[in-house]
Every structure is written in C-alpha cells, then in structure tokens.
C-alpha cells in the first residue's frame, strides 16, 4: 500500500517555477484537443488556426498586443493589492469608473485648451478608479469589512451606471447608445498600426511596481503585511495605511487603463466598455506569480487566446465560445498546479513512516 | 390588489431560481469555501437541463442532467481549492469564465441538425408549468403563492429543511464549525476536508438546479448567457440573507421584486421617474450597503452578523 502526501516545501525549488506552468500548459493543450475533437474539428488545424489568428501576421500580433495592454494593467493592478492579501475583485468596476472619469472630461469640459483634454482625461481616470478603490479599501481598513464581497458588488454599481449613462444621460443625439465620439484632441495616438500609445503607459507601470515591490522601503512593507502581518506590526508597519494606499494606488492603474483602452479603442462611451479586463486581470495577476514581469507574458498569451477564437470560427466554423472554454482549459491545469510550487508529493510506503 | 398578486407572482417566478442557487452558496460559503464560479455553474446548468430536456422529451431527466453537472463543476472547485490549496477567488472566477464559454459553445452544437446543431430558438414539448391549488390560488395577493411550478412547491419544503438542518442538527453544528474555526472543528474531529467537498458539491447542485429553473420553467428555452449574471446576484443575496438559509428567500423576493416591478411599470408605459438602470443595479448597492452597515455594526455587538469567519481561507492539517 502506498500513501500520497501533499508537503510544503522546505526550499523553494529553482525549477519548478519553469516546469509546472509548461507541464500546465500541456496538459491544457492535450484536453483542448479532446473537446476540440468530441466537436469534430482537428485538434492541431484548429491550433494552426488560433495561432494564425493571434500572431499570424503583423495586423493580427498587433491586434492582440492592443487586447494584452488592459488585461496587463489590470493585472498590474489587482496584484499590488494581492500583495498584502487585500483581494480586490473590483478591478473591473474601477476600469469602467476610470472610463466614465475620462468620458466625462473629454466630452464636458469644453473650456479647456484641446492640448490638455487628454492629459486631464487621463487623470481623472486615475482618479475615478483610484476612489471607487478607496471606498472598499477604507472600509477593510477601518472597520474590516470583507472586501473580496464589497468590491465585487461594487463592479455592477459602476457597469449600471455607466450603462445608465451611454443609454440614457449621455446618449448622442442620433443612434441608440454610445456617446457622441470623443474630440480627436481626446484619442491616444497610435504608434505602431493598432498598437497606440496606451503601450507606453503599460510597460512604464510594469518597470515602475517592479521598482516599487522590490526595490523600495514600500514594497518591502507591503510584502511583510501579506506574509507576516503580526510581524509587521511589530516592526511599526501601519497595515491601516498601507491598506489604503495600496487600494487606491491599485484602483488608480485600472482606473488608467480603462481611461487608456476607451481613448485608444472604442472613442466614445459604449456598450461594451465592460470587457471583463478586471475579471480576467485577477487571473492574470495570479498566474503571473504576483510578479510586473511575469504578467506580461500571462497577458498576452490570455490575449492571443481570445484574438485566436476568432480564426477558429472563420477557419472550423467553430463557435467563438470556443475561445472561453480553451482559456478555462488553460487556467484550471495551471491553477492545480501551482500547488506544486509551494508543497511537493511524496509517496509514503505503508508501515515505512 | 390584482396588480399587486401579478406583481408577486412575476417576483416568485423569477425568484424561483435564485433561491435555488442562494440556498447552494449559503451552504458552500458556511463551510468556508466560497464559490465565485456559480454564474457559470448556473449557465452550465441551464443549458444541461434544456439539452437534455429537448433530445430526451423529459424534464425530469432535464433537472437530474442540471444537478450531475452542477456537482461535477463544483467538485471542480473543491478539489482545486481544498485539495490543491489554490486561490478560491481565481478557481470561481476560472470556472465562471470555463462554464460560460462551454455552455454557448455546447449550445450551439447539441441542436438538431435541421437547426445547423443549434440550440438557439428550439421549443421544448412541455415545461414545468404552474399548478393552482383550487381555492386557495383566488386569495388576494397571498394566492400569488398557491399558483406556481412544481419547482416553487419544491423550496416550501426546502427552505424550512435547509433552516432546520443548519442550526438544529449535528450536521449543522459541524459546517459552522468547519466554516468558523477549522483548525478547533479538525481538533475535535471533524473531517474538515470532507465536509467542504460535500457542501461544495451539493451548493454546486443546487446552483444547477437554480439554472433548470431558467430553462425548462422561468423562460423554457436557450439563449447564450441566459443567466445574464444571476450567478453574481446569488453572491449578493447570500450577504444580504446573512447566511442563514431561512432569510435566503426575503432578499430573493426583495430583489426579483424591483426587477419585477421594473419590467411591470415599462410593460404599462410608464415614464420612470428612476432610470432602469439604477434599479438594475440596485441589489448589488443595496447589499454593499448591508454588508458594510452591518459589519461596522458588529464591532459593537456581536450577534447581528453572521460571516463564517474561515470564509475563503485555506486549510490544511500540517499547516501553522
């Protein structure tokens, strides 16, 4: 008889950083192609065409690229709040507060000079979201109110709104939703095709919290909250403070990037401006080990699986949803293994113990 | 009166699933695990017990497809974060995003063929339909109650049992106690990990079955994302109910009332004074509000409030 037991590692182990996301990453690639097979398309036709349709030429890598950038911020975003284990799943709902901030100046603030409707834009942007992350930060902070619910509903008050918004308080005058677009002043130019300037902003922020997480008298603080609170404490850390900075520091980068994407991408505000880059931010986030760098390449490949779906449906004519359940094949393997980073198996003989 | 008997009427219909799913999560949540994939679970349970329900002409078969695959994906969810100790928020939201994309995928492919496989616009034979009580049904406004499905009837008795279970049973006793103190529930010999599974699965049940609601009773049919976020819903009125089973069905009428009343007062033309919007998104304010109301009150006095304290926390035996 044998036994398995799951134990923590004593010493974190070099490789396994490297090994379990690939051996991961097979795995979901082996049980994509068991469903794409029970639907009677060929598994490796329906990989070439997901790859042609994420990267497959210059227009497709930069169309992917532009859908990595608010998944990458969002990332960014809800990780530096994971830090200290203040789960914030409001990234979404500060995107969207950060897309109202930015509407509402661009289309209403007429005296200013056009040269700094964009810049004012953006950060009111940074504002909007970086309160509508304060709110729930205080709380917990305050009087430890359970985030992880509080931004949650917060999410759906801010997509109502906005939606409240482009139906009904800020509809053009002609059309049935949507603002009218922004002023050209208003738009974040593009630097290479559909890659616009948005890019900038993202890599900026990675280098920066990089920086800040580990590299600063900050991020060190923040890491000793999340691992050690009580020592923390000791040490005269202020877990009250840093609570609240953090959200509203996390708030403002999706504020940013929902002010960032709705500039760049839609021009006005409309339906859609929800995209779930919150929601999937958080995985992002997750996966990338919590780490500015590692987010990128979680980003873009979270973003060249959605791009890719729809070349399968062009391809196969395949369902795009296709695209979500491969992602969510993607994401269960490499969630199961994580485990492996922290704890290792160990095969117990019975009666050897 | 007679407006206020549709109203109800309307408000118990549409609140039929919800509750469902509310009772499933309150039971998940109070052993510690919280459940963030049950949109998905609820959308896979929708389209399970329509398919189901079309190619096989029963509904009953319908329901016991939706409940099947409402435990497989909740046991997907205990075992990633009990057995494999990953992050409870990012699982539900995995298995959320897993479950939607492949319920409108298999939507479009368990059709007929003469509807190229899609699912989209196909009717089903018969549907759980509403059952008057003779008599009873003709009472002003509290007949609303007497002239409802099969699965309404249902949680008359559910409710009560699931109250009754929770607080008056041994069994009870031990999802509190694994939901509020692990390590002190295992000390005295609880099987922290088991009871988690087992209230995991039959929360991921009941989050099916709230789904069958949709499709084979509420609006009998399939449409991509049908569930149109009832599975966050469910996530509000847990709080709102304070996790206990017998409040699960006030916030249920509290809600599916507002959007009741919403699309009533459209259907009849008024100009609404509150964008619809606003009371779209009012339950999730609403619950926002209560939960922080509460939690600050709680600081006071202690039994207003009734969060299991290990919610969403890990726990493994060999662990400090």
């Given at each position: ?27 979901s ?14 598994p ?6 997901m790859?042609?349709g ?8 930069q169309?992917t690229l532009r ?8 990332g ?10 203040f ?6 709902g ?7 901030g ?10 200013l ?9 953006l ?21 430890g ?8 509903m917060l ?8 939606e ?5 308080h800020?509809?053009?005058p ?5 603002t009218p ?22 890599l900026?922020?990675v280098?920066i ?6 590299k600063?008298?900050?991020g ?8 050690n ?18 959200m509203?520091?996390?708030g ?26 919150g929601?999937?931010g ?6 990338g080990?919590?780490n500015p ?7 873009i ?5 959605s ?17 979500a359940?491969?992602?969510?094949l ?21 009666g050897?113990e | ?9 309307a ?14 999560e ?11 994939g049950m949109?998905?679970t ?8 329509f398919a ?25 969810h205990?075992?990633l974060s009990?057995?494999?100790?990953a992050?409870?928020?990012v699982?539900?939201l995995s ?5 939607t994309g ?5 939507g479009?492919r ?14 089903l034979q ?7 009580i ?21 949680l ?12 008056k ?5 031990a ?12 000390a005295?010999?609880?099987n922290?990990?088991?009871?988690r ?9 009941f989050?099916?079955l709230?789904?069958?609601c949709?499709?084979l ?8 994302n ?12 847990v709080?709102f109910?304070?996790?206990?089973p017998?409040?699960?069905?006030l ?5 599916g009332g ?6 009533s007062l ?15 998104f009012?339950?999730?304010l609403?619950t926002?509000l209560?939960?922080?109301i ?11 409030f ?15």
């Amino acid at each position: 008889m044998m036994r398995f037991i799951i134990e923590k590692r004593t010493t974190k182990s070099k490789y396994s950083v490297f090994i379990v996301p690939l051996v991961s990453f097979a795995i979901s690639l082996l049980l994509g192609a068991i469903v794409l097979a029970a639907s009677k398309a060929n598994p490796f036709a329906a990989y070439k065409a997901m790859f042609e349709g994420s990267f497959g030429n210059i227009r497709r890598i930069q169309y992917t690229l532009r859908e990595a950038m608010p998944l990458l911020m969002c990332g960014l975003a809800v990780g530096i709040a994971f830090k200290l284990k203040f789960w914030n799943i409001g990234a979404e709902g500060q995107y969207v507060s950060g897309a109202i901030g930015f509407t509402w100046v661009v289309q209403f603030w007429t005296f200013l000079p056009p040269v700094l409707l964009l810049p004012v834009g953006l950060l009111m942007g940074i504002i909007a979201g970086g309160l509508w992350a304060g709110v729930p930060g205080t709380l917990k902070a305050q009087w430890g109110v359970d985030e992880t619910l509080t931004t949650l509903m917060l999410n759906y008050v801010a997509i109502g709104y906005a939606e409240y918004l482009y139906i009904d308080h800020w509809k053009a005058p002609f059309g049935n939703m949507g603002t009218p677009k922004f002023p050209d002043a208003a738009i974040l130019p593009s630097v290479w095709g559909r890659v616009h300037a948005g890019v900038f902003f993202a890599l900026a922020l990675v280098v920066i919290l990089w920086f800040i997480l580990y590299k600063t008298r900050w991020g060190f603080e923040l890491n000793m909250i999340g691992k050690n609170p009580k020592a923390a404490r000791y040490q005269g850390v202020s877990i009250k403070k840093n609570i609240i900075m953090a959200m509203l520091f996390s708030g403002a980068i999706a504020g940013l990037a929902g002010a960032i994407h709705t500039s760049a991408v839609a021009q006005k505000l409309t339906t859609g401006v929800n995209g779930n880059y919150g929601f999937t931010g958080i995985i992002i986030a997750w996966m990338g080990g919590l780490n500015p760098f590692g987010s990128i390449i979680v980003a873009i490949v979270m973003a060249a699986l959605s791009t890719g779906a729809g070349q399968l449906q062009i391809a196969l004519k395949l369902p795009e949803a296709m695209g979500a359940v491969l992602q969510g094949l993607v994401l269960l393997p490499l969630l199961a293994g994580s485990l492996f980073n922290e704890y290792h198996l160990r095969v117990i003989k019975k009666g050897a113990e | 009166m007679d407006f206020i008997t549709k109203l109800l009427a309307a408000t118990i219909a549409m609140g039929t699933s919800l509750t469902y799913a509310t009772l499933g999560e309150i039971y998940t949540e109070k052993t510690g695990i919280l459940n963030l994939g049950m949109e998905g679970t609820m959308l896979m349970g929708a389209l399970t017990a329509f398919a189901t329900a079309y190619n096989t002409g029963s509904l009953f078969l319908g329901l016991a497809g939706a409940i099947v695959i409402g435990a497989i994906f909740s046991a997907i969810h205990a075992f990633l974060s009990i057995t494999m100790r990953a992050n409870q928020v990012v699982s539900g939201l995995s298995i959320t995003m897993f479950g939607t994309g492949l319920a409108n995928f298999l939507g479009q492919r368990l059709g007929p063929q003469t509807n190229n496989f899609n699912l989209v616009g196909m009717n089903l034979q018969s549907k759980f339909n509403n059952i008057a009580i003779p008599g009873l049904h003709k009472i002003p406004v509290i007949g609303a109650f007497f002239d409802v499905s099969l699965l309404t009837y249902a949680l008359y008795l559910i409710i009560p049992f699931a109250w009754f279970y929770m607080y008056k049973t041994k069994y009870g006793l031990a999802i509190r106690s694994v939901g509020e103190a692990p390590r002190t529930a295992s000390a005295m010999g609880l099987n922290v990990a088991r009871i988690r599974y087992l209230y995991t699965i039959i929360g991921g049940m009941f989050a099916g079955l709230g789904g069958a609601c949709l499709s084979l009773s509420f609006t009998p049919s399939w449409n991509d994302n049908m569930t149109g976020g009832k599975g966050w819903i469910v996530i509000a009125l847990v709080i709102f109910a304070t996790w206990n089973p017998g409040k699960a069905v006030l916030g249920t009428l509290v809600f599916g009332g507002i959007t009741s009343l919403q699309f009533s007062l459209q259907a009849a033309g008024f100009r609404m004074v509150i964008p619809s919007q606003f009371l779209g998104f009012s339950p999730y304010l609403i619950t926002f509000l209560t939960l922080s109301i509460l939690t600050i009150a709680n600081q006071k006095r202690k039994s207003l409030f009734s969060a299991p304290s290990a919610l969403g926390t890990s726990f493994a035996i060999d662990e400090k």
